[in-house]
């Protein structure tokens, strides 16, 4: 799982800074899930070493114009590029008649399947063999929701030499044996899988919560997560201003983080007001938020970010 951040400033674009959308790279499967897509994402991406025709799913978190307003042009050169086989896009109810009137004003003909799924905040919206993708309602000034996508927990690595000491055939009961499961040799004996496995491989949880003010809901989110990236639009002394606005404060993405025993923060979402030579700059945000969570960075544009793997649980045990 590896995070590219094309774009980490709320509302506007600066010279150094477009408006949101981060990108989750799936490696293992060529695949890059978008969360979010603010205009000019289509030029990001192109900017960035991330291959658009690799991207399958985008889940946005709601309909104001910095979050939604490249996501038309995005899919017409896809379209156009001709090498896409389907995006699936999950967002508010309404995102399904805007991309409509879009394509139908724009005379955009798409030329591969597009499937729009409307979500319900607190449910799973997107799940498969690998991965779960879950939302929670935020608190923003119109309906907003974060994701949480997880990883599902793998099986420890099987131990092919002491199923060969116990005279287990190699063929389809080894692929049992790795998933856990028990099974009866022909000689009537009885092997349990989980004996044969090490620790299981723990899967890793990444939270996306932009746009908000603080709220439980973004904390249940966040729980445990390994990375979770918060948006922090202005800094502490700000804060009548972000509960005037709905938006959260470094303190703020900091207490979520705390809350909900993330591993990492990443704060994005900046408000051009911090920009250098001002009062105010970035990293007087970041020393308020690492006050209250120590393990926080600042986002900025095609930063990526690999999310580790946790040790298995025998490891932590001996420090090895």
Not at 129 to 134: G, K, M, N, T, Y
Not at 156 to 182: D, H, Q
Not at 214 to 238: G, K, N, P, R, S
Request: hydrophobic share 35%; with cysteine.
């Amino acid at each position: 799982m590896q995070i590219t951040f094309l774009g980490t400033s709320s509302g506007v674009p600066t010279r150094s800074r477009n408006v949101s959308s981060v990108a989750l790279r799936l490696p293992q499967r060529a695949e890059v899930w978008l969360f979010d897509c603010g205009e000019g994402t289509q030029h990001q991406l192109l900017r960035s070493d991330l291959k658009i025709s690799q991207i399958s799913r985008i889940f946005i978190t709601h309909m104001h114009g910095d979050h939604i307003f490249g996501l038309m042009g995005l899919l017409a050169s896809c379209g156009l590029a001709g090498n896409t086989d389907r995006i699936d896009i999950y967002g508010p109810a309404e995102l399904a008649q805007y991309l409509r009137a879009s394509q139908k004003y724009s005379r955009t003909n798409l030329a591969f399947p597009l499937k729009i799924h409307p979500i319900e905040p607190g449910v799973v919206v997107y799940e498969d063999q690998e991965f779960i993708v879950s939302c929670n309602p935020l608190k923003h000034r119109i309906p907003a929701c974060g994701y949480r996508v997880t990883e599902k927990d793998r099986p420890g690595r099987f131990n092919v030499k002491k199923a060969n000491a116990l005279g287990i055939p190699s063929g389809p009961l080894y692929g049992k044996l790795k998933n856990g499961e028990t099974v009866t040799l022909p000689d009537g004996r009885q092997i349990k899988g989980t004996e044969l496995c090490g620790e299981p491989e723990i899967g890793r949880k990444f939270a996306y919560c932009t746009d908000t003010v603080f709220c439980e809901q973004a904390i249940e989110l966040a729980q445990d997560a390994d990375l979770l990236i918060h948006e922090a639009t202005f800094a502490h002394q700000d804060s009548q201003m972000a509960f005037e606005r709905l938006h959260s404060t470094s303190t703020m993405a900091a207490q979520v983080a705390l809350g909900a025993g993330a591993k990492q923060l990443i704060m994005t979402h900046f408000s051009p007001r911090y920009a250098p030579g001002n009062g105010i700059v970035l990293d007087d945000l970041l020393q308020e938020a690492r006050a209250i969570f120590p393990n926080t960075k600042l986002a900025y544009d095609f930063l990526t970010y690999d999310v580790p793997r946790r040790l298995p649980k025998e490891l932590v045990k001996t420090g090895g």
